[in-house]
């Protein structure tokens, strides 16, 4: 009996029309990269040959085998686009993230920039060996001020967490169980800033009635009597670095009467008036000075005023060192290069708690001049002639001829220009590679923290953004809003990363630590947002 054959498969049809032919892949072109250090423009290895879908892992590999790393150091890659493109576009640079191919030379607006042919010269900048996870949903709503929460602050090492409220009082929240820990009552006004001792050992508080308060925050409990002198309410605070004085760090308050005072901890007596400034000091910061000595030995202050001036003072005893008039309008908001550092003293992110107060000096000066090995200590100022400078005034690493001294004043680095209002808040990244400028137009601008360039611009919100914070890795940036949100921004892609909404009214203060963000506003509840 003849075998019989099975009948031939019937051939797979798609709504009636046959499987179409499987795509042979394209093939990948070979082009030359140049690896450039962003830190000072040097070649890290000779061009090489590479496949231009080579993945970013792959590239970041690369790097690590060329420059002969004993420890592999995570990276991040971009590209910057031609000078010649419009800069209304996008942002001035092009981050890859997966690789040269689908993110260059396939860029919806700038791929007919590149060609093949081009040197690709990708300037790689070395990330921290750590990573935050950004937060996602919110883990608390912590009722219990009685008016809106102006203020808020982690303590150096996320442990801990500090508010401050119209309802004049400042509170301590503990944030391994999300519950209130102590209310601290003495206040007379609105608690406008709360401040962390960067050993947190201290929590210092500045109130709308001229008063500067210490406090225990372990006890809840007030260190002494106020700190009167203020004649019109306090504006901000800050610390002496522990790199400098690790025992008994000192306070700075400056305040609307036009003066700045410095504290003694121990005596809780002033130790001296600054008195130049013949308007409101909106912000007083106090810096290392660079490491290069300057004979500064007790640090620099740096206040900015609503007299259109920024004012630089040797810590030691108050003497004047610079004026800067380049401002033509209020000066509101001032950050350093070494805030991150200076803010959280001894403590990285390995947790790790100092067993003496020299230890700590160490650890913290360590930190200090490993941030400032490549560049100078930087300051960027904020106005509300709807502009920022950045200043460079105690090279260390930086040639002088990079600052132009003209009638023996220093003059900034560059002018930074973009917002279309006022600067409500400006923050550098914890590694000082960035500057973040928020304003009253609804939008953030991203600039290099060493030569003031524009990067980016990040909408997204529909009011006014009153403050940011960096997350510790400094790949996240969130910021607080008058529109009642709460939003975190990936720096690889500049778009939004999460939208935290769940507040019902204006949001004036936001912070974030570890992978932990907390915000405070109008609608007087504390929310902790988590992963």
């Not at 306070?251 to 001296?272: F, N």
Request: hydrophobic share 35%; net charge neutral; proline share 6%.
């Amino acid at each position: 009996m003849a075998t019989l054959l099975p009948p031939p498969k019937r051939q797979k049809v798609y709504h009636g029309v046959p499987e179409p032919e499987p795509e042979t892949p394209k093939p990948t072109r070979n082009i030359l990269v140049q690896f450039v250090s962003e830190d000072d423009g040097s070649v890290l290895a000779p061009a090489v040959n590479l496949p231009a879908d080579v993945s970013r892992e792959g590239l970041e590999v690369l790097v690590n085998r060329l420059t002969k790393s004993d420890e592999p150091v995570p990276f991040s890659f971009h590209v910057d686009c031609p000078e010649n493109v419009n800069a209304a576009l996008g942002p001035t640079r092009i981050v890859i993230s997966k690789s040269i191919q689908s993110d260059i030379l396939n860029h919806p607006t700038h791929a007919d920039s590149f060609t093949e042919e081009d040197v690709f010269v990708v300037r790689c900048s070395p990330q921290s060996v750590f990573r935050v996870r950004p937060a996602t949903r919110c883990s608390a709503s912590l009722s219990g001020h009685s008016s809106p929460i102006l203020c808020a602050s982690f303590s150096p090492t996320g442990a801990l967490l500090a508010t401050g409220s119209g309802d004049a009082t400042a509170r301590l929240w503990d944030l391994n169980t999300e519950t209130p820990s102590h209310t601290l009552v003495g206040h007379k006004g609105w608690v406008l800033c709360v401040e962390w001792e960067a050993m947190e050992r201290l929590l210092a508080t500045g109130g709308h009635d001229g008063h500067v308060r210490l406090w225990d925050p372990k006890a809840g409990k007030p260190v002494g009597d106020a700190m009167k002198g203020h004649t019109k309410w306090v504006t901000s605070l800050c610390w002496e670095p522990i790199h400098l004085n690790s025992k008994s760090p000192r306070i700075a308050s400056s305040s609307k009467d036009g003066t700045v005072r410095v504290w003694s901890t121990l005596t809780r007596k002033v130790e001296y008036t600054l008195g130049g400034h013949i308007a409101s000091v909106n912000v007083v910061k106090w810096g290392g000075g660079g490491t290069s000595g300057f004979g500064l030995k007790r640090g620099v202050l740096y206040t900015a005023s609503s007299d259109r001036t920024v004012r630089v003072w040797d810590a030691d005893g108050g003497r004047q060192l610079h004026v800067l008039k380049d401002h033509a309008h209020w000066v509101t908001t001032l950050t350093l290069n070494t805030d991150f550092v200076l803010r959280t003293g001894p403590f990285d992110h390995t947790g790790k708690r100092p067993a003496s107060d020299e230890e700590a000096q160490q650890l913290a000066l360590k930190r200090y001049t490993d941030l400032l090995a490549t560049t100078p200590e930087l300051l960027v100022t904020g106005s509300d002639d709807h502009t920022l400078f950045l200043w460079s005034l105690f090279p260390s690493s930086v040639p002088s001829s990079d600052i132009a001294v003209s009638q023996g004043k220093l003059k900034p680095i560059t002018r930074l220009t973009g917002h279309q209002r006022q600067i409500s808040h400006v923050a550098f990244s914890p590694d000082g590679r960035w500057a973040a400028s928020s304003s009253w137009d609804s939008s953030i601008r991203l600039w290099e923290g060493r030569t003031g360039k524009y990067v980016a611009t990040l909408r997204g919100h529909v009011g006014a953004v009153y403050r940011l914070a960096w997350s510790a890795d400094g790949r996240m940036l969130v910021s607080a809003s008058k529109d009642a949100t709460v939003k975190i921004w990936d720096l690889k892609t500049y778009k939004l990363k999460v939208d935290l909404s769940g507040h019902t009214d204006e949001v004036y203060c936001v912070d974030f630590v570890a992978d932990k963000v907390v915000s405070g506003g109008r609608d007087k509840h504390l929310k902790i947002w988590k992963n």
